[in-house]
């Protein structure tokens, strides 16, 4: 099954609910909703940009027309805002798959409100703090899933961030930063999801990446925006040359909806990862470290002020 695993093994996902954060139109998160809305599922679109997420909304409805759609705003990269966006999805009751798409990439060095550099902040400390509090409502639902959307951009961090979150140690290398935040995306599944078997949680952790798909992240992490001038060529560019992010997207809905244990990490079967269909995939021997993976933890608990259980 995994080897040829297409859209149409997903499951008829009606009466289910499923949170999937970063919907911009054209994104991973974007193509990930509506495929679950065309599955039948209650998708509940997650950004920090109600403008956007409501024309992503819209997107969907063109094709899907009877999509059960929710809006929820919440910014992963200020706590606060996790907050209260995990507040306000209390209201949707139990949930059964939280999909941790959003994210940034190669930004320039700044830091967020709580003073993280804002990559960590978006990609690591912001999910960690949504899981845990949305953790109730997946567990809620008998049979909840948490997927992380990492990056074969892991494999090039040499080290995991264990070091004070809050401090600049060094030159900022923002590639470097970018692939310590999707290493963290995978000892985070691995820890959370030995954590929730631990404890006897109905609950279990999974993890996808997209390859080499044609999204605006790249045009967005380097000028700000997707379209305008240069960013414009370098949207282009990445297109050109890259599997499309309708494709990017399958190995998120085969962590989301394919029946998979605990801790699998989906990518493309193709050369390299960088495209194809999506199958069960290996990470670095640093993504399984599993002493790394508690420090990380014990570390994101004190940023985020959260405990699991």
């Not at 690591?124 to 049979?143: V, Y």
């Not at 999974?206 to 997707?226: I, W």
């Not at 199958?279 to 004190?302: F, K, M, Q």
């Amino acid at each position: 099954m995994t080897a040829h695993w297409t859209v149409s093994d997903i499951p008829d996902q009606t009466g289910r609910t499923i949170v999937v954060t970063g919907p911009t139109i054209g994104g991973l998160g974007h193509h990930t909703a509506l495929e679950l809305a065309r599955k039948g599922a209650r998708v509940v679109l997650a950004g920090r940009n109600p403008a956007k997420a409501e024309a992503a909304t819209e997107a969907i409805r063109d094709e899907v027309p009877k999509a059960e759609l929710e809006l929820l705003t919440v910014d992963l990269a200020d706590l606060d805002s996790v907050r209260h966006g995990a507040a306000a999805a209390a209201r949707y009751g139990p949930i059964d798959v939280l999909v941790n798409n959003a994210g940034v990439m190669g930004t320039s060095y700044q830091r967020t409100s709580d003073g993280l550099e804002l990559q960590m902040a978006t990609n690591h400390f912001g999910p960690f703090l949504l899981t845990g509090l949305l953790l109730p409502q997946l567990a809620a639902s008998g049979d909840g899933r948490v997927v992380a959307v990492s990056s074969p951009m892991h494999r090039t961090a040499r080290s995991a961030p264990l070091g004070d979150p809050t401090r600049q140690e060094g030159r900022y290398w923002k590639w470097h930063v970018y692939g310590q935040s999707k290493l963290a995306n995978l000892l985070f599944t691995g820890e959370l999801d030995r954590r929730l078997r631990a404890a006897g949680y109905p609950v279990k952790a999974l993890a996808a990446h997209p390859g080499f798909s044609g999204t605006h992240l790249a045009a967005n992490g380097q000028y700000g925006r997707a379209q305008g001038g240069i960013a414009s060529i370098l949207d282009a560019a990445v297109k050109a040359v890259s599997q499309s992010a309708a494709a990017g997207a399958w190995p998120t809905l085969m962590a989301a909806t394919a029946d998979l244990p605990g801790d699998s990490y989906c990518g493309p079967s193709g050369r390299g990862e960088m495209a194809g269909p999506p199958h069960l995939v290996g990470r670095t021997r640093l993504a399984r470290d599993r002493d790394a993976a508690r420090r990380l933890w014990e570390i994101s608990e004190r940023t985020t002020g959260i405990s699991y259980p």
